[in-house]
């Protein structure tokens, strides 16, 4: 088990609500990444957070956002839910610089959009 | 789209055997490594090879790569019921500014059977 947790487990919403997940890193590391996780895929990768700022981004839409706390526990939002944005949802977090491709995976938030 | 493409999508072996599954990928890396995921939870980094590696040997684990053919291996000697799981190779992509932004492939479901 990695020391990187997630809050909620599991999440119900319905399509136009907004959500907010939550994750807590591992201690030490000051670089978090958020992935989405369709069934039957592999992890997508949405956006990296370093030292409270967005470090990249991927192929999502700013309905996508995040935040990074001094405590380098983070968030991501999401706006204006659709049906596709069911998904695992998952936080990794990573010590910086050329360390960052080694990340420690939380357990995922499991969101349903009804 | 995907970096990465695992084959086979799926592998069924008896305990005992080794298991070995393939991983390809379209563009020049800095390392790819290997993780593990159990029925849908987080995922677990198992190995980390860089682009001037070859061979990397973890406990029971294997993994080759090939970066002419952009192309790795991972292989599970005398494998347990408990190695039961999907298997994705994530590659990272050169530059700093990719640093642990993975790309993931989709991934290879592997059954042990007891």
């Known amino acids: 088990e990695t020391g990187v947790t997630q809050s909620p487990t599991h999440l119900i919403k319905t399509r136009g609500q907004q959500v907010t997940l939550r994750c807590s890193s591992q201690s030490g590391h000051n670089t978090v990444s958020w992935y989405q996780q369709a069934l039957g895929q592999g992890p997508q990768f949405i956006f990296q957070?370093?030292?409270?700022?967005?470090?990249g981004r991927g192929n999502f839409p700013p309905r996508f956002s995040g935040l990074q706390f001094p405590n380098y526990s983070s968030e991501l939002n999401v706006n204006a839910l659709e049906l596709d944005d069911s998904a695992l949802y998952l936080c990794?977090?990573?010590?910086?610089?050329?360390?960052?491709?080694?990340?420690?995976f939380g357990p995922g938030t499991r969101l349903t959009v009804l | 789209s995907q970096q990465g493409e695992e084959d086979p999508q799926a592998l069924s072996i008896q305990e005992g055997e080794n298991a070995t599954m393939n991983c390809s990928y379209k563009t020049s890396i800095n390392n790819l490594q290997w993780y593990r995921q159990n029925s849908g939870r987080g995922l677990v980094h198992l190995i980390l090879i860089r682009s001037n590696e070859r061979e990397k040997h973890s406990g029971r684990l294997r993994v080759t790569l090939d970066t002419s053919k952009k192309s790795s291996s991972l292989l599970i000697t005398a494998s347990r019921a408990a190695d039961t799981a999907s298997y994705f190779c994530a590659t990272a992509l050169h530059g700093s500014s990719n640093t642990g932004k993975l790309i993931f492939g989709q991934g290879t479901t592997l059954q042990v059977k007891p």
């Open positions: 957070y370093y030292r409270e700022e967005e470090n």
């Open positions: 990794a977090s990573s010590l910086p610089g050329l360390q960052a491709d080694t990340q420690y």
